[in-house]
């Protein structure tokens, strides 16, 4: 237990270590706990992160880890938000408050079609309304496709370093068995998944898929790279012939820099128009990378064989709409085109601080160490040598240096990637990743006795 005799920085390395520690047992360990707590404390708190080792907002230390925009961007949402709340309102007063009724389940027309068109323009490439269901964000979509399709005796195929809350989501279906599969500098294995899919196949009597492959083709989380056009389609055959769904977090997609383009999404390549389509893909989105987390607005884009089971869900029939009331702000937003102009302005402050940030390890970073230079997205991943601990890196970065980033093997289900990190480019301002990349990059040197 963490006492009030260690001092702030040396509680936050203790607890940071823990954090990265979390596996299997440490759940095990809470669900078994019988210390039940006697009462709820109220910890007034202001934000996800407040009172943690995560908090970006904390003046004592640079956080690198937080994959969040920062208040220079979240500011710039009253003044948009204030017009399109004020224009859906006078809708609404002629619309007998409809936005104050339950939802129909899958959002308004208004809303998708707003959603389709900003897509369509952003992915260069066709979303169509009707393949939408509004959510409150990513993660609501993921565990709405767990419970809903997902045979809960199946099988998650994961890349062997992923997003880490999305592992933490997985675990919490205990029977379900979680598979790490390679991942390469192009994408995920293709080889290796498909000896684990005839391996594990069976034949579910319950629900659509006994098995899901949890994908983030387009700038990964960790790793920034970007899945190869061979890979996507290698999927759309493996899923077919296996019949899995495929959940692709989708959420940096329309975030991508300098010379480089938008990355068609393996939902576009599961074509209807094949003879053998049955879909297998859904694109999991979200609006909270590119305007604000606080929103909880999100999307799923759903083949038919999937809409037609998501609508009919338990959770939609009894709530409709997940997300009503921000739906008709959002639907407003678009309208008067004040969220594509927010969108535009995010992604070139997020560009600008992605290149300075890529140019600074090109020439800064230690030649025994590499990095994954991203086409777009949030993070970029730091590869020390094999004999190196991440861990240990971070406890000299947060004492020598207040500075935070998440260690490579918080990614991963087994516990590897111990020699790696991740950082972020989203929260702080240009001037302040740049000095703290710098930072980091000495650090390197003094740990690795350069």
Not at 75 to 88: G, L, N, P
Not at 189 to 195: T, W
Request: proline letters at 3%.
């Amino acid at each position: 237990m963490i006492t009030n005799k260690f001092s702030a920085i040396q509680r936050r390395v203790l607890s940071t270590t823990f954090i990265c520690r979390v596996n299997k047992q440490f759940f095990k360990s809470i669900n078994m706990d019988q210390n039940y707590p006697k009462k709820n404390e109220d910890r007034m708190l202001k934000h996800l992160f407040d009172g943690s080792d995560w908090n970006v907002y904390d003046k004592n230390i640079t956080n690198l880890g937080v994959g969040a925009p920062g208040p220079d961007i979240l500011v710039k949402c009253c003044d948009i938000f204030e017009k399109a709340t004020s224009h859906r309102m006078k809708l609404e007063t002629t619309n007998q408050g409809m936005l104050f009724q339950y939802g129909p389940t899958v959002g308004v027309i208004e809303v998708r079609s707003g959603i389709a068109k900003f897509l369509t323009d952003a992915y260069k490439s066709e979303v169509k309304s009707e393949d939408i269901i509004v959510t409150t964000g990513a993660t609501q979509g993921l565990h709405i496709i767990l419970s809903t399709l997902i045979d809960l005796n199946g099988y998650i195929f994961v890349d062997e370093v992923t997003y880490m809350i999305a592992l933490d989501v997985f675990r919490q279906f205990s029977t379900l068995k979680i598979v790490p599969v390679k991942l390469n500098s192009d994408g995920v294995g293709i080889k290796a998944l498909r000896a684990f899919l005839e391996q594990k196949q069976f034949k579910s009597e319950t629900k659509s898929f006994w098995g899901l492959y949890y994908a983030i083709p387009t700038y990964h989380n960790p790793t920034g790279i970007t899945f190869s056009k061979d890979v996507l389609k290698n999927l759309i055959t493996l899923a077919r012939e296996f019949d899995i769904l495929i959940a692709c977090d989708d959420v940096y997609n329309t975030l991508y820099y300098g010379e480089n383009v938008a990355q068609k999404r393996l939902y576009a390549y599961d074509d209807p128009n094949d003879d053998d389509f049955k879909g297998n893909v859904i694109s999991n989105g979200s609006f909270s990378k590119i305007i604000g987390p606080g929103l909880r607005f999100g999307w799923l884009e759903v083949p038919p064989r999937c809409k037609s089971i998501l609508e009919t869900c338990g959770l939609l029939n009894s709530g409709g709409c997940l997300n009503n009331y921000t739906s008709g702000i959002m639907a407003s937003l678009l309208d008067l085109g004040l969220g594509q102009a927010h969108a535009k302005m995010v992604k070139e402050l997020y560009e600008e601080r992605m290149l300075a940030t890529c140019d600074i390890l090109r020439n800064n970073l230690p030649k025994s160490c590499q990095f994954i230079e991203p086409q777009g997205g949030y993070f970029v991943w730091i590869q020390m040598p094999e004999d190196t601990d991440a861990n240990a890196f971070l406890q000299i970065c947060i004492k020598r240096h207040k500075l935070f980033f998440i260690p490579g093997n918080r990614f991963s289900l087994d516990n590897n990637f111990k020699n790696c990190f991740r950082i972020s480019i989203a929260f702080h301002q240009k001037e302040v990743i740049q000095s703290s990349v710098r930072r980091i990059c000495n650090a390197l040197k003094e740990y690795l006795n350069l």
